[in-house]
């Protein structure tokens, strides 16, 4: 089966612009994360999608990022307006759970992630 | 508190040696656990997971790890290390949360570094 997509996998862009990441989770799915991963530390949850509903967004800076999954499959990271602090590497994944039980229930797989630069 | 420590930021082996990447965890819950690598540029690729049951688990690549409640601990080993496992390892700890798993917990990862 396809892994999770992500787009674009870098991005150089200024303080004060926004950017806007996509993530394509593997097929049927239910849950899909979005992670921040800055430099030398492990991955932090920025927010949590069960289908098309947050589960999970209480570490999303709101003044800033937005995310949504419109239709329960593809997701958006917005940010906005970008500061030096959120250069990291995003990486979305997804899980699914006791709906399709089987191998791989309980397990999240990550994307390739996409690198994110402000100068 | 949630958390995910791992005390060793950087580890060194030669080919064909042992190696064991230690990992501590505080969780509330029942813990799920997580052992993931990440090579230079790429996402991140689990190795196993404990939920319950056999306390050693065993992964893909050679790999296990054993789950010790009364250490809270979840220890990552290998036998004989090959020069392409090097690369940033990292455990996490999370919980279901409904029908699916909810956030995981990362430690802030170990480098291995193999020396051929």
């Known amino acids: 089966e396809a892994g999770v997509a992500q787009s674009p996998r870098y991005k150089i862009i200024e303080k004060r612009q926004s950017v806007a990441f996509w993530c394509n989770p593997i097929?049927?799915?239910?849950?899909l994360y979005w992670y921040q991963q800055i430099l030398g530390q492990g991955p932090k949850l920025l927010i949590q999608?069960?289908?098309?509903?947050?589960?999970?967004d209480s570490q999303l800076p709101k003044d800033r990022f937005s995310a949504e999954r419109l239709k329960g499959v593809d997701s958006t990271l917005k940010i906005q307006p970008a500061k030096l602090e959120d250069s990291a590497v995003y990486l979305c994944?997804?899980?699914?759970?006791?709906?399709?039980?089987?191998?791989?229930?309980?397990?999240?797989?990550f994307g390739p992630g996409t690198r994110l630069t402000v100068t | 508190a949630q958390s995910v420590t791992q005390p060793d930021i950087h580890i060194t082996v030669s080919e064909g040696a042992s190696l064991e990447l230690r990992c501590n965890y505080s969780?509330?819950?029942?813990?799920?656990l997580f052992w993931y690598v990440q090579s230079p540029g790429q996402g991140l690729q689990l190795l196993l997971k404990?939920?319950?049951?056999?306390?050693l688990v065993q992964g893909i690549k050679g790999f296990e790890a054993e789950f010790k409640r009364s250490q809270s601990s979840f220890n990552l080993r290998k036998p004989s290390v090959h020069w392409s496992d090097a690369a940033e390892y990292f455990c996490?700890?999370?919980?279901?949360?409904?029908?699916?798993?909810?956030?995981?917990?990362f430690g802030r990862g170990t480098q291995l570094t193999v020396w051929p």
């Open positions: 994944a997804s899980s699914h759970g006791r709906q399709n039980p089987g191998p791989g229930i309980y397990e999240q797989y």
């Open positions: 097929s049927g799915h239910a849950t």
């Open positions: 999608f069960q289908n098309n509903g947050v589960v999970d």
């Open positions: 969780y509330g819950a029942t813990p799920y």
């Open positions: 404990y939920f319950s049951g056999d306390t």
């Open positions: 996490a700890v999370g919980a279901r949360r409904g029908s699916t798993l909810g956030r995981l917990y």
